[in-house]
């Protein structure tokens, strides 16, 4: 009998272990894309964990047309070293450093001679661009002006030919979703989406993401393309999400609540996990005005479980 009674204690015990971990934690099972994580070059030292694929900012002109070559080797050696771990690396091309590359519509920031620096670098790792994600983003700018947009597109299909194993994408912010879906037509591009900026509180320390947003997102995957969000950021220790602080305005107050992030980073990525996207951008793992995840564990604890299939909500309580 007491043999009995003590493997009836231990039972509990465990059993109350287990309920004191879980209390303060919600967990869910969900579908899942491929998480990367955008690393900024100019941060040194830099090391994202195995369980993420990296995403690496390229960034080629500094001002004007001058190209920002220690820059855009610290990248390009970043891509180098992240494809030797996972044998996969997201390239994301920025035309300046100086300015944000949005409003950018001179096709001179465009041409595809200005890569050609970039792609013998990415030839001299493999000629054929196995395992590389290449790629611009937010050039809502181009888009929508004629002449730009058939450069870049034009762009993309030179950057094709020179790399033919590597896959080619583009997400925006602040596009309409049918001009996007042209443009991917004529750039002959298979991988699309936006990035999320736009978020709605429906209470305290909860968010959605903006409906009119969401809504685009399904345009884009209801239209053929594997889907990509190309980015998910938030300031890491400010209850007021991103739509209240950004590194273009890093001055804006800061609600300080580490928790909060990572309840938003989990509800985000659950909401679009619906629409089962096949790519799922973080900004970003390393940063100087207060949007570096790694500066959060429990950013990096949700996202670790997401890559499990676990959707992990960090309780406030």
């Known amino acids: 009998m007491r043999i009995k009674y003590l493997i009836l204690i231990i039972v509990v015990i465990i059993i109350a272990s287990v309920s004191l971990i879980m209390i303060n934690v919600k967990h869910t099972q969900l579908a899942r894309g491929r998480i990367f994580i955008w690393i900024e070059p100019w941060i040194p030292n830099t090391t994202i964990p195995k369980w993420a694929l990296a995403g690496i900012v390229t960034v080629y ?5 001058v190209m920002c070559l220690e820059t855009l080797n610290n990248s390009l050696a970043l891509v180098k070293y992240y494809l030797g771990v996972n044998h996969q690396v997201f390239i994301a091309l920025y035309p300046t450093y100086w300015t944000y590359r949005g409003g ?19 030839k001299t790792i493999d000629p054929s661009g196995k395992g590389l994600y290449v790629g611009f983003s937010e050039q809502w700018g181009c888009l929508y002006n004629k002449q730009c947009f058939n450069t870049l597109a034009q762009t993309y299909r030179w950057l094709e030919a020179q790399l033919p194993e590597a896959q080619f994408y583009y997400y925006d912010c602040c596009v309409d979703p049918v001009l996007m879906i042209n443009f991917a037509k004529e750039a002959n ?9 736009s978020y709605v509180h429906v209470a305290k320390y909860s968010i959605i993401v903006n409906p009119s947003l969401m809504n685009n997102i399904k345009t884009i995957k209801d239209a053929g393309f594997k889907l990509i969000i190309g980015e998910i950021g938030f300031r890491v220790c400010d209850a007021n999400a991103w739509y209240s602080a950004s590194q273009a305005n890093p001055g804006i107050p800061i609600n300080w609540n580490c928790t909060a992030p990572a309840v938003y980073l989990a509800e985000v990525l659950n909401q679009v996990s619906g629409l089962k996207p096949v790519y799922i951008g973080i900004w970003v793992w390393n940063d100087c005005c207060g949007f570096g995840i790694d500066q959060n564990p429990l950013m990096v ?13 960090p309780s406030h309580s």
Do not use: E, Q
């Open 189 to 197: 591009i298979t991988i699309l989406g936006y990035d999320i900026y």
């Open 301 to 313: 604890s949700v996202l670790r479980n997401y890559t499990k299939g676990i959707a992990y909500y």
């Open 104 to 122: 950018l519509n001179n096709p001179v920031y465009f041409n595809y001679s200005d890569l050609t620096y970039i792609v013998n670098y990415l």
């Open 61 to 65: 002109y500094c001002s004007g047309n």
